[in-house]
């Protein structure tokens, strides 16, 4: 079964950073393009950032030279570096894996981890 499983989120204090990381398992990663979405309660979830298997990056305006996506193919995993973390950061973020290229929809992709809750204190 494909699965994805996320890990780093926790409770940072506003300016601090955290690093996510989300495995894949059942499946390899390579020529998939990778996204980060996040939730905020109440509200649809939404795109962060994406790599595609070429490399190329995307971000959503408000994480712009804040937060780094990359990705470990030989370890199967993709990474979102999130500095300068804001109280408006705080979420639940989710990885996402996207077969047919690279999207900023949900509604694209293909795999889903369960998420992992980041708080961060004003």
């Known amino acids: 079964q494909e699965q994805l499983v996320e890990s780093g989120g926790g409770l940072v204090q506003a300016g601090g950073s955290l690093k996510l990381s989300c495995r894949a398992s059942?499946?390899?990663?390579?020529?998939?393009?990778m996204g980060w979405f996040r939730q905020f309660p109440g509200k649809e979830r939404e795109f962060v950032a994406a790599i595609t298997h070429q490399g190329s990056t995307y971000y959503e305006d408000s994480v712009k030279g804040r937060f780094t996506i990359s990705r470990d193919d030989p370890k199967n995993t993709v990474y979102l570096q999130m500095n300068s973390l804001k109280p408006e950061d705080t979420a639940v973020y989710y990885c996402a894996a996207d077969s047919t290229g690279w999207g900023s929809r949900v509604y694209e992709y293909d795999y889903w981890g369960q998420g992992t809750q980041v708080t961060v204190s004003s």
């Open positions: 059942g499946f390899t990663l390579d020529g998939y393009t």
